[in-house]
Structure formats: structure tokens, C-alpha cells
């Protein structure tokens, strides 16, 4: 069902359930947000996105206010351009001044410096509690630079169920906090990492010494790829210092892909985020090895390894019979590799004996 | 031997499988609610129970939230986000808590905070305890004891020996003629049940269009028409409806609630029973604050002795405490605390009628305006319209500070100041300033001493009628530090969600010590005071962020001799 509103003037149409910051956002009108998440129901917290209705006394948050039929929505005004200037000034004397050179941009600074906030309303006394002390290996939060939009919690709520974290306290001592302020490793948290990938300033960001040698942002290269950990497929984005090893370039840090755009919606586990030393670790195996009679291995091409294996299974077959083979394939298989697994056991080699380790 | 078949015929089409993620991730942001609050509530069906569990636990402390939380089924930090929220949760160890409200700190509230750590008591200065008329207030577990003067502690020695009698506040005037009252603090509670037959012969129908008759407003604060929120609830298509009370009176300057709940529970309830009966619900929750415990005592024994009787039919009562937040007033708030989490108020629309307690169509109303309902079926629309003077009923006005007499009077709505002061025996000392409806109301100068004191012609002076909590100050006391005392309250009591308040009540309050301290930088610190006003003002959730900023910028318009460099 699609209806219509005005929406600064010209009339466009809406789908039933849309909020007005879908539409507006899909009819390209600019509304800043800083709590809004496509994956995470509306909080309304940040208050940059209000914009003014006909008929509302009070600017409702577009990423809160559903559309409907012959609304008069106003995404730019000077009573808007107002509130923004306002609020982000406000913002910022909450917020430290000079900002570390960061891993992830601070979209509020960026919001600011865009809105034209006033950066000389002085700064006032932040008292967020931070966590004592967190042995955690991955996930860092500097309290200073939150500005309590509340998107960790409720990504840590909604989407991956495990509300690990929480705000608590309140008014301006209102903070991230985990259950008696206990290190992440003492919770349920699983460390996906969610919350760095939504905050929007910066205040959750990867532990050193994960980041202890990463340039920021600007200066790496976003390689998509997909997490081979399992067979999902999830996903993510590569963030490449080309420089580092002779040229050769090393993957110094794992993003998500934007909400909306891939399978897994920018979701990833500790694995996919964190766990990418081994992309040139010196064990890592990227030739196929032959082992020899002496028990050693020797490196070889992709043609001579199939044909010793091929070789060696068809041996077992013709001396004990197709079921004296099984196949067992790895759970970091794709759906199609395991199921060209299957085929190779039943088709080429004519038994049953398949097996997939992640199906038990 | 042949594996299953899996060659797709030559020719065939073969369907494209590749995941539309468009599709997908906008059926994920509409496959639910837009109201935030509604996420948690299938989880854990006792949910609701868990400020309750923390409390008999002990309140905060290392361990305890995962206690409370093994026992109600919420989320570990879900639990320690709640315990920090609520003072009274968050520190359960002080044993003694000062009021600091304005009337209080009046009448010497800070040299009794000096006194209680003097005799080394674990105390600290609260919010308003709505007690204004018996000042100082403190607060000695959950009970408050009135009148507790650095003289009366010191002689005391402990907390336990100030005693816990329970107490009443002075009311008035004496109307002669009972009709002439709505809710008629001074006579006996009557449990017959009258008003509440009376309303059943009137029927559903009948019972609001006498709601509308009369003109009722909601006497919370915000002044709305009670007969739309009586009609959009008995007009949601959903059948499980609510009715709740908000008795979760905090605004500074105002008791008139705990006044009516100690003297008349029988009004509250057959109210909310005639409400419930009106809108078509059977559940009537309501929510006392913590700091109760006398009036709640009281209207246990009300309900007891209801429910013995039978007289008010087979609706249900629910009692719940509060734990310390004044925000919890704001109904949304309120809705959030029943449901066991913290209060923050949720977005409107959707507003309670539609969209309230457990997401169900929810009649939430004040403890004076559900105490009127009584009289109005009884005596008609039309008589409560005509005890008011500019606009309808007649109404609890709460006096404190400089008067003689303080304390809680039923006048016709739109009285003035002095009329209403004349009723509390007088002005003490010469009047200056006076806040007309709590501290969210700002400050008017003695010229204003004739404005009625109703709820339009106060929102033209850029002031409000709000809870009717007027506190008179004289010209010996010090305005700026009222000014003060209020910003902190706002301060303290900021449920943090949302940036203008909570960022912009802790910048008011730091950029006036500035001003105060610094002479240096005292007009400047003040520089950008009304801006982040207007901000607090359009970019809030809700009414205490609108609000806050307005002692100042009242004490500022109204008395600028005092901001002078």
C-alpha cells in the first residue's frame, strides 16, 4: 500500500510503516542521525534528526515518526537549522576538545563542523564511569568520548541478544556499564564487536595492541572479502595498510559492511572482527604440501596434489571396496563446497560415507 | 550406482536465488514496532518484579543485580542499569536523606545535612520529598518525618530516635458548605460506594460525557482535558485496558497527593474503580512513590477494606513502589518504572491511551484528578464546572515557603496569590518572588501577585500552573540561591536519554556557579544560557528537559538586577 505527503513542498509516496526519515532519506533530503540504526528499533535519543510537521507544536525525530497520509514534513528550516546548531554546541561541551587521531571518524565532530555548532560554548564536567578495569582482549571504551546514543546497548539488546552492556546511572552520570562495571570477560558478552562498529564517536574502539600500529582510516584501503571462519559467508571489509610489509600490504583491522547491503547486515562474530592474524601468519599453509616417504612435506602445484589424492582414494577403493572411504568436510566450507563434498563421495567414489564437522 | 538426480534440464530457467538484501533489510526495519520500549517485553514475564527484588536483595551492591537478576529472569546488566537508576535503589545505605527542595532549604534543610554528618549518620540532601508544608523534611528509610530541624537531630542523636509517628499536613480553608469542594479534604472517608453506583446507573456512556461536562483537567501538571484520554482509551479497538495512577508527586513545592492519599483514599480509589468500569478495564495499578510510606500504608488498609466490602465491584488494585526518580511523574516514565526498567520516557505519540502499560491502551491520571472524579458523578459535570473561578472545578493549591499557615487548600481554580495566601493566613515578611507550580515552573515577580492561578492565564506569563506547588519567597531570601537549588534539581534528577537535558541542565548549573564565583566571567558565563533554554526547550523528550531551564531564565527576565555584572 503507498499513500502520499508533502515532504519539503513536492509530494512523494510512502509505503505503510515507513518512517519519515526512510522517506526523506529515499527522496535524498539530508537528516543528520546519530543513534539511528536500520537494525535497531528507533530511540529518538540523539535529537538530531527532528524536523518539523504541520500540526505537531513540537520537531518529532524523523527516524521515529512514521509517515502518514498527507503529512507536511519539513526537513530544512531555520527553526531546524537552529536546533542542530544548538544541540551539537551542546554536544560539545560534553565532549573532548582535542580529539585523538582515531581509527573511526567521530561523526559528531564531522556533524558539527557540517551544521556550523559553535565550538565556544565552553566545556563543562563529564563524570561517565568507565569500567575499572577490563582484561577484555578486544573491545576499548573511553567514556569521555560518549555521547550516550545508546546504539552499543541496544545492538547488544536487539540484535544479538546478549546485553552484555547496559547504561546506567543517570543524567549526566549516565554511562555504558556492564554489570557491576565487571570486565567484559565476566559477562555474557561474546565480542563480537557490534559496538564498535555502531558507536558513532569513536568512544568503543578495537584494544591495543590490535590497534596498536593502524593509521587512520583515511590511509587504508577497504578490501571486501568474506569471513572464511565458517559457512555463512558474512561479509567484511578489509582494511589493508598497502605499505606494511615491503608492499605486500597486511590486513590491520576488520569493519563491517554498511547495514543493508550484505547477508549479514554488518553483523559479524569475534572471529570475522578480530581473528585475522592469521591471514600472514608464518604457519599459514598457501600451497598445497606432498608429504613425502620421509614424513616430510613438499611443496607442490594444485594439479599434482589432486592427482595423489585422487591416486590414494582410488586404491582404497579398488583393493577394499567404495565403503572402506569417508569424506569429512570442514564447517568453514561454503554450502557448495560441502555439497560438491557429498557429490564426490556418492557420485565419484559410489558411497555414503559424508560427513560434515559442524553436523553433529 | 547413481547419485540423486541434480542436472538441471537444459534450457530451463534458471530462477535467481541471490538474496535481494534490500528486501531483506527493510523488512528487518519494519518487522517490528517503532516504539522502542516494547523490545524487552516478551522476554522475562517478571520483568516487572525486578525493582521489587533489588529491593528486598538490599539494594545496589556488588552481586546483587546478578541475584535480582537470577530470580526475575532479566539480563544481568539489564538489572545493574535499573539498580543505578533509582537513588534510593542506588545507594541503600544512607540512612538519612535531607530534603533540599526550595521550602526545605527555606527552613534551614542545609544546617541539618551538617548536623546528620556531624553525628556521623550516613546522610545526604535529596530531592523534593513533598513536604514542603512541614519543613525541613528528611527521609529516614522510606518514611518521611516532618519538621526535623538541626536542633530537633542534634537532640535526637540517631535516626532511629527522631521517631516515625505517622503525620498529617495542615489543609483548608473551611468551606462551610461541603458542595462547594470536589474533593473535600477534611471530612471522613466514605467507603459506601456511592459514587461508584452512581455511576454504574450512569453507565460508561453517561459517566464520561459528565467527565466532559465538567471541564476536568488533568491536575498533574499538564492541564489536558481528562475526558480525551477517558474517551481514546474506551475507543481503542484492543480490549486489555489499564487504568493507572500516578502517584509519583516530586515536583518541588508540591504535596498536595500525598494530602488527599493520607485523608481521602476513598476518592482515589472509587475514581480509578469508576475510571476502569468507564474505559472498559479491569487492572488499576498504582504507583507510589518509594518515599511513601505512610500514605501507602493508608491506602493498603483503603483497599482492604474495598475489596471486604465488594462495593466497588471486581475491579483489581495493584500497588507498586517507586525507588527515588522524579522522573518517573512523567507518565511514560511512570510506565517504564511499573514495567521494571528504568524510567526514560518513551516518545510520543503513540501516548498511553493508545499505546501504554504493556503496550495495552492505558487511562493514566493524577491523584487529584482521578479524587474529583467521585464528586463529579455524584454531583454532575456541571456543578464541578461552576466551583471554579476562571476555569473549572475547584482545586488543591499547595502553599510553603513565607506564608504562615503552609499547607494544602481547595480553592476555586484561578485564584490569585494573594487570595490564596490570604487563606493560609498571610505573608511572612514582604513578598518578592514566587514560583506558581513547582520548580518547573520558573519564578514571577510580586507584581504577578494577581494573575489567576490557573492554568492558561500562567502559561501566558510564560509560566505554569503546573501542580499548583506555589512557594512564596519574601524579600530576606535569597533568589539566587532558589535559582540554584532548582537547576540542581533538574540536574540530579535528569534521566540522562536524551542530550539537551541531560547535557543542558549540568551546563546551566556549572555556567551559574561560574557566574556566581567568577567575577571575572560573570555575564559572560551566561552568555549562551538562553540559546541552550531554547534548545532544552524544542530539542527535549519530554516535559522536564522543556522545563528545566526555566527558573533561570524566569530569575533572569524577571529579576535582571541580579544577573547585573
Redesign the interface.
Known amino acids: 500500500m503507498t499513500d502520499s505527503l508533502e515532504l519539503d513542498g513536492k509530494r512523494v509516496s510512502f509505503s505503510a ?3 519519515l526519515l ?1 522517506v526523506a532519506r529515499r527522496h535524498g533530503k539530508e537528516i543528520p542521525t546519530l543513534c539511528h540504526d ?2 535497531l ?7 538530531t534528526c ?1 524536523v518539523e510537521v504541520n500540526g505537531f507544536r ?4 524523523a527516524c ?3 509517515a502518514t497520509a498527507d503529512m507536511q514534513v519539513t526537513t530544512n528550516s531555520e ?1 531546524i537549522q ?2 542542530r546548531q ?2 551539537l ?3 560539545l ?2 565532549h573532548p576538545e582535542t580529539q585523538p587521531e582515531r581509527l573511526s571518524k567521530n561523526q559528531l565532530v564531522e556533524m558539527a563542523e557540517r551544521y556550523g555548532a ?1 565550538g565556544d ?2 566545556s ?2 563529564s563524570e561517565r564511569a568507565g569500567r575499572r578495569e577490563d582484561r577484555n582482549p578486544y573491545v576499548h571504551f573511553e567514556p569521555d568520548l560518549c ?2 546514543c ?1 546504539r552499543c546497548t ?1 545492538y547488544c ?2 540484535v544479538e541478544a546478549v ?12 554511562t555504558i ?4 562495571q565487571a570486565s567484559l570477560m565476566d ?2 558478552c561474546e565480542l563480537c564487536g557490534g559496538c564498535i562498529d555502531v558507536c558513532p564517536t569513536g568512544a568503543m574502539t578495537e584494544k591495543l595492541p590490535l590497534t596498536r600500529q593502524v593509521k587512520p582510516s583515511k590511509h587504508l584501503k577497504v578490501v571486501r572479502s568474506t569471513c572464511n571462519y565458517c559457512g555463512v559467508g558474512c561479509q567484511l571489509d578489509l582494511n589493508v595498510d598497502t605499505s606494511a610489509n615491503e608492499g605486500r600490504g597486511k590486513v590491520v583491522r576488520v569493519t563491517s559492511p554498511e ?5 549479514n ?1 554488518g553483523n559479524l562474530c569475534v572471529k570475522g572482527r578480530f581473528a585475522y592474524d592469521f591471514v600472514d601468519h608464518p604457519d599459514r599453509l598457501t600451497v598445497p604440501l606432498i608429504r613425502q616417504p620421509d614424513g616430510s612435506f613438499k611443496e607442490a602445484s594444485w594439479e599434482e596434489a589432486i592427482r595423489v589424492a585422487a591416486d590414494g582414494l582410488s586404491r582404497v577403493k579398488s583393493r577394499h571396496g567404495a565403503d572402506a572411504l569417508g569424506f569429512v568436510s570442514s564447517s568453514r566450507c561454503t554450502m557448495e563446497d560441502n555439497y560438491v563434498v557429498q ?1 564426490l563421495s ?2 565419484a567414489f ?1 558411497t555414503n560415507n559424508c560427513h560434515q564437522c559442524a553436523a553433529t | ?4 538426480a ?1 542436472g538441471v534440464p537444459s534450457g530451463a530457467r534458471i530462477p535467481d536465488l541471490r ?1 535481494r ?2 528486501l ?3 523488512f ?3 518487522r ?5 520500549s516494547c ?2 517485553m516478551f522476554r522475562s514475564k517478571k520483568r516487572h518484579e525486578l525493582p521489587d527484588a533489588l529491593r528486598e536483595i538490599g539494594g545496589l551492591a ?2 546483587r ?2 541475584q535480582a ?1 537470577e530470580r526475575t529472569g532479566v ?7 535499573v539498580a ?2 533509582y537513588h534510593l535503589l ?1 545507594r541503600p545505605d544512607v540512612s538519612l536523606r535531607v530534603c533540599t527542595g526550595l521550602s526545605c532549604r527555606m527552613a534551614g534543610a542545609d544546617a541539618v545535612l551538617e548536623t546528620a554528618q556531624a553525628l556521623g549518620i550516613s546522610s545526604e540532601g535529596c530531592s523534593c520529598l513533598a513536604a514542603c508544608d512541614v519543613p525541613p523534611a528528611v527521609l529516614a528509610g522510606r518514611r518521611v518525618l516532618p519538621r526535623v530541624t538541626a536542633t530537633t537531630l542534634k537532640q535526637a542523636g540517631s535516626v532511629a530516635a527522631l521517631g516515625s509517628a505517622e503525620w498529617k499536613g495542615a489543609i483548608g480553608p473551611d468551606p462551610g458548605d461541603a458542595a462547594s469542594l470536589a474533593l473535600h479534604l477534611a471530612a471522613p472517608p466514605d467507603f459506601s460506594g456511592r459514587a461508584f453506583a452512581a455511576a454504574q446507573q450512569l453507565g460508561a456512556d453517561g459517566v464520561i460525557a459528565a467527565i466532559e461536562t465538567s471541564g476536568l483537567q488533568g491536575r498533574g501538571g499538564a492541564g489536558f482535558p481528562a475526558h480525551i484520554k477517558w474517551k481514546g482509551v474506551a475507543s481503542q479497538a484492543e480490549k486489555v485496558r489499564y487504568v493507572v495512577l500516578n502517584a509519583d508527586e516530586g515536583e518541588p513545592g508540591t504535596f498536595k497527593d500525598r494530602e488527599v492519599l493520607l485523608r481521602r483514599p476513598d476518592l482515589v480509589l472509587e475514581g480509578m474503580a469508576i475510571a476502569a468500569a468507564a474505559v472498559g478495564a479491569s487492572d488499576v495499578y498504582l504507583y507510589l512513590r518509594g518515599e511513601f510510606e505512610i500514605p501507602w500504608g493508608i491506602v493498603e488498609a483503603a483497599i482492604a477494606q474495598f475489596t471486604a466490602s465488594g462495593v466497588l465491584g471486581d475491579v483489581r488494585f495493584h500497588m507498586h513502589a517507586g525507588n527515588g ?1 522524579y ?1 518517573c511523574g512523567e507518565e511514560t516514565a511512570l510506565l517504564e518504572a511499573l514495567e521494571g526498567k ?1 524510567g ?1 520516557p518513551r ?1 510520543k505519540p503513540p501516548f498511553p491511551t493508545e499505546f501504554g502499560l504493556w503496550g495495552k491502551p492505558t487511562l493514566m491520571h493524577n491523584v487529584e484528578t482521578i479524587g474529583c472524579v467521585p464528586a463529579i458523578v455524584l454531583r454532575g459535570g456541571e456543578w464541578f464546572k461552576q466551583l471554579g473561578k476562571t476555569e473549572a472545578g475547584s482545586k488543591l493549591y499547595c502553599i510553603s515557603g513565607d506564608v504562615q499557615r503552609p499547607g494544602t487548600y481547595e480553592l476555586p481554580l484561578g485564584v490569585c496569590l494573594d487570595e490564596l495566601v490570604e487563606a493560609a493566613g498571610g505573608y511572612v515578611g514582604e513578598l518578592r518572588a514566587f514560583s506558581p507550580g513547582g520548580a518547573s515552573s520558573g519564578f514571577l515577580p510580586a507584581s504577578e501577585r494577581t494573575r489567576p492561578l490557573d492554568f492558561r492565564a500562567l502559561a501566558d506569563a510564560g509560566s505554569m500552573l503546573g501542580s499548583a506547588g506555589v512557594v512564596v519567597l519574601n524579600t530576606s531570601a535569597d533568589l539566587k540561591r532558589a535559582v540554584f537549588d532548582q537547576l540542581r534539581f533538574f ?10 537535558c ?6 546551566l548549573r ?2 551559574f556557579i561560574k557566574h556566581q564565583d567568577a567575577p571575572d566571567v560573570r555575564v559572560e558565563a551566561l552568555r ?1 544560557a538562553a ?2 533554554a ?2 532544552m526547550n ?4 519530554c516535559g522536564l528537559g522543556q522545563a528545566a531551564p526555566l527558573p533561570l531564565t524566569s530569575a533572569m527576565q524577571h529579576f535582571p538586577e541580579e544577573f547585573e555584572a
Not at chain 1, 528499533?41 to 535529537?47: H, L, T
Not at chain 1, 513540537?58 to 525525530?61: A, T, Y
Not at chain 2, 539480563?75 to 542499569?81: I, L, S
Request: proline residues 6%.
Open positions: 510503516g515507513e518512517t526512510e536500520p537494525r528499533k528507533p530511540a529518538g535519543a540523539c535529537r527532528l513540537r520537531m518529532p525525530p521515529a515518526t512514521r527553526r537552529r536546533h544548538g544541540l554546541s551542546l554536544y561541551t560534553d559553535a560554548w565552553g563543562m564536567a555521547i550516550l545508546a541496544r539488546d536487539e546485553n552484555a552492556i547496559t547504561l546506567a546511572h543517570r543524567g549526566a552520570k549516565t556499564a556492564t554489570v557491576d559477562t555474557s547495514t543493508g547491503t550484505t547477508t547486515d557429490k556418492r557420485a559410489g | 550406482m547413481a547419485g540423486p541434480t538474496l538484501t534490500d531483506v533489510s527493510g528487518l526495519r519494519r517490528d514496532c517503532v516504539v522502542p523490545r524487552s556488588d552481586g543485580s546478578k537478576a539480563p544481568e546488566a539489564e538489572a545493574y542499569g543505578t537508576f542506588a526518580a522522573i528504568r526514560m516518545l540536574e540530579d534528577e535528569s534521566c540522562g536519554q536524551c542530550a539537551p541531560r547535557i543542558g541542565t549540568r551546563y556549572e555556567q549562551h540559546e541552550v531554547w534548545e524544542e530539542g527535549s523528550i
